[in-house]
């Protein structure tokens, strides 16, 4: 069996690779679980020498890494550069911090001495998606080995090439043999992976279906799972927001990675005051983006992941579409880029709930425009969602902004005058069918360790 890496770009295949046989897999597993009975011991200090180091090697690699992703899931190089220069910033984040945010904590009791004290857990088994073929990872990464765990990452199999340079970063670093490590499998092989003694705990990021099937298989093992599943974020419009900013921020976050992210915006809620004038104030901005290749300086927009995923979307796209919705910008496949990954910025209005771009996660360059009544009505109708990532409203009524964000919206990030984004220094994850547990800041590091209670009388 092969893993293929494929340019979304033109179709044609960049590298086949040998996908690592049962035997394979389980000799890395232990390794990995040999390295972790001696990175578990090292100190916080040494730990940290070696992170600052890594996010040394991100930086000098930062242009190859960045033609990496271009090659294998067709992101626009400048987009890929500042995808590693985040990954360069979480890991000196860690470096920095992860020692304050694992020391023992004194509690008074009755005993001579009591605290909790934060200890690794082991060897953490991965599986992330290819948007951000990079960030995805370092973000567990760097905390998970800071807190003294080792890692085995199964990547997506249409990002092998960027899977293996993580690997080998780690290694040019200077880490431990085996402390980091890349399984070259499918995902009909993960279920043995989870299964297995040596592996403690598991992170996906991914689609909701992926998140259900490792969940139940990792409950049934009593095993810890951390959860960054899809997202149908709303972003509310109010009839007192700065239209013309917040027409930048929407187009910015819905197009962001070609319109493949979890955390971009879904849905756009419009009070029915300023509906049509944000909607052609949206619409002029989405045209000023240019789509091209992903090599191209003036390249906003690069193909989608996959073909597949294109076809995928364009079929949601014209189901909406049967269903009543207006298509007022783009819909179709560029007739030039037909034989590959390529779909135009698209705007839907007129969404109701039953129609796709209401109830499913739209993974691409199309906005789904509702009309909102009032305040409450559009409060309502972004809360109308089984996903839970996230969600901003725009208003220059900063008090109301706060008090809607901070109680109203029911995620696990909500932003007012922003767009929603990832940031080292704050935990990032969902509720509902958006996943659980939290990634970044302090939060995120306190997810995969033990947290253990030590009582001297």
């Not at 086949?16 to 009975?37: H, M």
């Not at 992976?193 to 298989?217: F, R």
């Not at 193909?303 to 364009?314: C, F, I, K, N, S």
């Not at 990954?341 to 360059?365: H, N, Q, R, S, V």
């Amino acid at each position: 069996m092969s893993i293929q890496s494929i340019n979304p770009t033109n179709g044609k295949v960049i590298k086949s690779y040998k996908e690592d046989p049962e035997n394979i897999v389980v000799r890395k597993i232990a390794q990995t679980q040999k390295a972790w009975l001696k990175w578990r011991e090292s100190s916080f200090k040494a730990r940290a020498i070696l992170m600052l180091k890594l996010a040394d090697q991100l930086h000098k690699e930062r242009v190859h890494l960045a033609s990496l992703m271009a090659d294998e899931m067709g992101k626009p190089l400048k987009d890929g550069l500042a995808e590693i220069d985040k990954c360069a910033g979480v890991c000196q984040y860690y470096a920095n911090e992860a020692a304050a945010f694992l020391e023992d904590q004194l509690v008074e009791t009755e005993a001579t001495k009591s605290y909790v004290s934060f200890q690794p857990l082991g060897v953490v088994l991965a599986i992330m998606p290819w948007n951000f073929p990079y960030w995805q990872v370092f973000r567990f990464l760097a905390p998970a080995l800071m807190a003294g765990n080792c890692g085995l990452l199964k990547h997506a199999s249409n990002v092998p090439g960027c899977a293996l340079s993580i690997e080998k970063m780690i290694k040019d670093a200077g880490f431990p043999v085996h402390v980091f490590q890349t399984l070259m499998i499918g995902s009909k092989a993960v279920s043995e992976v989870i299964a297995h003694p040596d592996v403690k705990a598991v992170t996906l990021t991914g689609s909701t279906d992926a998140g259900k099937k490792v969940a139940t298989q990792a409950a049934s093992l009593l095993k810890k799972t951390v959860l960054e599943l899809g997202g149908s974020d709303p972003y509310i419009v109010l009839e007192d927001a700065d239209l013309e900013m917040a027409a930048d921020i929407c187009v910015n976050s819905r197009l962001i990675n070609n319109g493949q992210s979890c955390i971009s915006a879904k849905r756009f809620i419009l009070v029915k005051k300023i509906e049509k004038e944000f909607t052609a104030l949206f619409m002029q901005k989405m045209k000023q983006r240019k789509l091209g290749g992903p090599f191209e300086v003036s390249t906003d927009l690069g193909p989608m992941a996959r073909a597949d995923l294109r076809d995928q979307l364009h079929e949601q796209v014209q189901r909406n579409i049967a269903m009543g919705a207006k298509c007022i910008l783009g819909g179709n496949i560029p007739a030039f880029k037909n034989k590959h990954a390529y779909y135009e910025p698209t705007i839907l209005t007129g969404i109701k709930k039953g129609m796709p771009a209401y109830d499913e996660e739209l993974f691409g360059p199309v906005a789904a425009m509702l009309s909102a009544k009032d305040t409450e009505h559009a409060i309502s109708l972004a809360n109308d969602t089984t996903f839970g990532l996230g969600a901003a409203v725009f208003t220059k009524n900063g008090s109301l902004g706060e008090e809607i964000a901070r109680t109203k919206l029911q995620a696990g990030s909500c932003f007012v005058n922003s767009l929603v984004k990832s940031d080292p220094r704050l935990p990032f994850g969902g509720i509902n069918q958006s996943g659980y547990g939290r990634e970044l800041g302090s939060f995120g590091i306190h997810e995969f360790v033990n947290i253990k209670t030590v009582y001297i009388k």
